[in-house]
């Protein structure tokens, strides 16, 4: 079956602009994950959504990125007013939510800020 | 706060070689811990995970255990082929008042010499 898809997988803008991230889940997986990955670094945590509220935005480094997921499917992660140092590779994760909690990644969007 | 530390950073090895990873954390209320493969430029593929009543999963050539008690985890890769080159990434997951994310090591970059 289908994994997790994201959108763009590049994207390179000027600081300031504003940016969107897509994040398609495996179909039925209540649980998305959005990480964010410096180079040379593990991912670090941003937010994590159970259905369409957002249970845990305690990764998010400041009020310039918001994420969403109105319908408890796709996903949106939103950065506004972006910054050189917002450069990195955004990846999402989704899971079932049930016991093992396996979290399955997509291939990340490489977003670079000039 | 939860850390994750992965030793050594990189290992290069020849082929056909058994190979051991290693993985610390300081969480003990761990409810899992994942093992990832990432080839560069590329998202992450879940090799194994190990749910916090387990001991050690299997999968082909690859066995990981898990003692809690200790705060380690170990890969171990058996006949090790140059196709297993990649950065392998250690991650916790705990359960904090039903919030879920992954707290991930820096990863060990792994070759596998011809």
């Known amino acids: 079956g289908a994994g997790v898809s994201q959108t763009p997988s590049n994207k390179v803008t000027e600081k300031g602009k504003y940016v969107e991230l897509r994040c398609d889940p495996i179909?039925?997986?209540?649980?998305l994950y959005w990480y964010r990955q410096s180079l040379g670094q593990g991912p670090e945590f941003l937010i994590y959504?159970?259905?369409?509220?957002?249970?845990?935005d305690s990764g998010l480094p400041n009020d310039r990125f918001f994420a969403v997921r109105p319908e408890g499917s796709v996903s949106t992660l939103k950065i506004q007013r972006t910054e050189r140092g917002d450069s990195a590779v955004y990846l999402c994760?989704?899971?079932?939510?049930?016991?093992?909690?396996?979290?399955?990644f997509g291939p990340g969007t490489r977003l670079t800020v000039l | 706060k939860q850390e994750v530390t992965q030793i050594p950073a990189a290992l290069s090895v020849p082929e056909g070689e058994n190979l051991v990873l290693n993985c610390s954390f300081t969480?003990?209320?761990?409810?899992?811990l994942q093992w990832f493969r990432q080839d560069p430029g590329k998202g992450l593929t879940s090799l194994l995970l190990i749910q916090s009543s387990q001991r050690e999963q299997t999968s082909g050539r690859l066995n990981a255990s898990l003692d809690k008690s200790s705060g380690r985890s170990t890969l171990y890769i058996a006949a090790s082929q140059p196709g297993d080159s990649a950065t392998y990434l250690c991650a916790e997951q705990t359960i904090i008042q039903g919030a879920q994310k992954l707290v991930f090591g820096q990863g060990t970059r792994l070759t596998i010499n011809p």
């Open positions: 994760a989704s899971s079932s939510g049930y016991s093992r909690n396996e979290q399955f």
């Open positions: 969480d003990s209320a761990i409810y899992n």
């Open positions: 179909s039925g997986h209540t649980a």
């Open positions: 959504f159970q259905g369409t509220g957002a249970a845990d």
